[in-house]
């Protein structure tokens, strides 16, 4: 009677599971890194594009480079299908009027030309798409490295 030996197949469910726990580690580790360096990117496009001002009127105050500070790196999402993403945002409350566009209203009621948005966001992602998928490879690189030993 023929006997088959499955310690093999046990080790090798061990080892594919300790990759499977080390890699959701160091997964989530790499995308806030590289969320942080996002950030850092898409701040440093906000000093070049929008002015800093400061807005004292009745109704409210502002203070100047409001919306520089509150560019902010979210949390690591997992999707379904095994996807992580990242994102950075501004939590100012106008930060989609300087990123899109607005229409000027002047206090007499009347609207003005519509002024353009800075694409802030857009243009930071843009320029950093590049480095990030070498980031990638690099990342890929060195957990096939470290899995081997």
Known sequence: MPVIDTREFSYLYQSLHKIHYKMHGETKKFMRQEG????R???????????????????????????????KRGKVVYQ??????VRVYSSDRIAHLVENGWTPKSRSG????KKGGRNVFDQ???????EFEMDCGMFVDRMLRDFDD
């Not at 942080?36 to 950030?39: A, E, G, Q, T, Y």
């Not at 009347?110 to 030309?113: H, V």
């Not at 930071?124 to 590049?130: G, L, R, V």
């Open 80 to 85: 379904k299908d095994g996807q992580a993403h």
């Open 110 to 113: 009347k609207r003005g030309k």
């Open 124 to 130: 930071a992602a843009k320029n950093f798409e590049q």
């Open 41 to 71: 990117r898409t701040a440093r496009e906000a000093r070049k594009r929008v002015k800093k001002t400061a807005v004292e009127r009745p109704q409210y105050k502002r203070e100047a480079g409001q919306y520089h500070k509150s560019i």
């Open 36 to 39: 942080d360096k996002l950030k």
